[in-house]
């Protein structure tokens, strides 16, 4: 098996090939990530893995993925623990590719290949990405207005404006790729609406192919325990993927107030003695097993139906 790792920066991806010396660089764009891909496919590389870089891996992985190549991205805190756990304590780009390369060869099997997501998923995740600038834009402007003397708050006003005007083509154009490719399971409960919607659509095509517990690892709603010997230590949620759990926690925040079956579990939770944000949690990892539940069974009805 050849393994591969690559460090990836903004302007540059490092190469290393395990049992190979040396690190090759290729520049971070389109004919860089061609010239590597083609490199790879020659060296009939069977494993690759690649750090989280704040998307500008995504390019790459998906490259290597319609190119039939299998890869996976790793989170870089597992990344970093893994080379502290060999004795590399250095960090350099050299270093990071060089350790990737040794965890591809050693847990692949643990790694989980990415999939790269169909054309519509990667638009819709684009605009969703789009639209959290414009809102954060938004409210920074709205405060900076807010503070500024008359001829400048005129120039704010004007912005202010512009970036209403594309907020509102951005979901538009969001709305209309909700409407063709959301099924049932998303309009389920109330509080699901259209940002829950494009956020599981483009972030988590995992939804109905992993059991609740596993899904809410996945989106960082499980309680982890953290016990030694005869200590029994405090459970807490910890890591999966943020963007996920912020909209699922605006979603769950209207469901207890408006869904019956969410009201009736908060509340509960409640009376037993619950802090109100350890019986909110709560209610996200239900509404989210819900929901995941609902589309397995979407799953299977249309696997029936081909069959």
């Known amino acids: 098996m050849t393994a591969a790792g690559i460090d990836v920066c903004k302007a540059s991806l490092d190469l290393a090939v395990d049992?190979?010396?040396?690190v090759v660089g290729f520049a971070n764009n389109r004919a860089g990530i061609t010239k590597l891909v083609k490199r790879l496919r020659?060296?009939?590389?069977?494993?690759?893995?690649?750090?989280?870089?704040?998307?500008?891996?995504?390019?790459?992985?998906e490259a290597c993925c319609d190119a039939g190549l299998w890869v996976a991205r790793v989170n870089p805190r597992q990344a970093r623990a893994f080379a502290s756990a060999t004795g590399e304590l250095a960090k350099t780009d050299h270093i990071d590719a060089r350790m990737l390369a040794l965890m591809a060869r050693l847990f692949a099997d643990r790694l989980r290949p990415y999939v790269a997501p169909p054309p519509w998923q990667r638009e819709l995740r684009d605009w969703l990405r789009r639209r959290g600038q414009v809102v954060v834009a938004?409210?920074?402007?709205?405060?900076?207005a807010a503070m500024a003397p008359p001829p400048v708050r005129k120039l704010v006003t004007r912005t202010l404006a512009a970036l209403a005007r594309e907020l509102a083509a951005i979901e538009k154009t969001m709305r209309a790729l909700i409407a063709e490719h959301a099924t049932p399971a998303l309009r389920s409960s109330k509080g699901l609406g259209p940002v829950f919607q494009?956020?599981?659509?483009?972030?988590?095509p995992e939804l109905g192919h992993l059991d609740r517990r596993q899904i809410a690892k996945l989106i960082?709603?499980?309680?982890?325990?953290?016990?030694?010997?005869?200590?029994?230590?405090?459970?807490?949620?910890?890591?999966g993927r943020a963007p996920v759990r912020v909209a699922l926690y605006m979603a769950t925040l209207s469901a207890v107030r408006w869904d019956p079956t969410m009201k009736a579990h908060y509340q509960q939770l409640r009376s037993r003695g619950k802090l109100g944000k350890m019986a909110l949690v709560a209610c996200m990892?239900?509404?989210?097993?819900?929901?995941?539940?609902?589309?397995?069974?979407?799953?299977?009805?249309e696997g029936m139906a081909m069959a």
Do not use: C, F, W
Request: charged share 25%.
């Open 138 to 144: 938004l409210q920074a402007h709205k405060q900076q």
């Open 19 to 22: 049992g190979q010396p040396g």
């Open 42 to 61: 020659a060296l009939g590389t069977t494993r690759i893995v690649v750090e989280a870089t704040g998307g500008y891996e995504e390019p790459l992985i």
């Open 285 to 301: 990892r239900k509404l989210l097993g819900i929901i995941n539940a609902r589309r397995r069974d979407e799953l299977r009805a």
């Open 220 to 239: 960082g709603v499980a309680p982890m325990n953290r016990d030694s010997g005869q200590g029994q230590g405090k459970r807490r949620i910890r890591g």
């Open 198 to 204: 494009a956020t599981v659509l483009a972030l988590l």
